[in-house]
């Protein structure tokens, strides 16, 4: 479970966590969410078949509605008496800001799912790079 949280945060393969999962930084917006044929590590391929990633639009709408009811509640303990319309302002600048973060984080996220850690293959990464 560890390994899967240290792949979603550092955006590193889900299956040796040395390797990189997109082809540049988050917020790099011509290169947004593009994810790498294969790991340059341990070469497992990100993309087992066309489409694969059209399921993270499931997870980045659940991070999206995360997003939302936090702000939501925030809003509504700390700030009482605070405008609807306030509230759709923090939501909009939100989402706006953060899109391109839950956009890599959903494809991170779904990539976890099928892809599961190697310890075998991690621990032979680190011995190969001992040896150079």
């Not at 999962?21 to 969410?33: M, P």
């Not at 995360?66 to 302002?89: H, L, P, Q, R, T």
Request: with cysteine; hydrophobic share 50%; aromatic share 18%.
């Amino acid at each position: 479970m560890m390994a899967k949280i240290y792949s979603i945060f550092r955006f590193r393969c889900p299956r040796c966590l040395k390797g990189d999962f997109f082809e540049s930084k988050i917020y790099d917006l011509r290169k947004l969410g593009n994810v790498l044929n294969e790991c340059p590590k341990c070469k497992v391929n990100y993309i087992p078949e066309p489409g694969f990633y059209f399921g993270a639009m499931y997870v980045s709408y659940a991070l999206g509605v995360a997003i939302f009811v936090a702000v939501w509640v925030i809003s509504n303990w700390f700030f009482g008496d605070i405008s609807v319309w306030v509230e759709i302002s923090v939501l909009v600048f939100l989402i706006v800001a953060l899109s391109p973060l839950l956009f890599s984080l959903s494809k991170i996220m779904y990539a976890n799912i099928f892809i599961h850690f190697d310890e075998t293959i991690s621990k032979k990464q680190e011995e190969s790079v001992k040896e150079l």
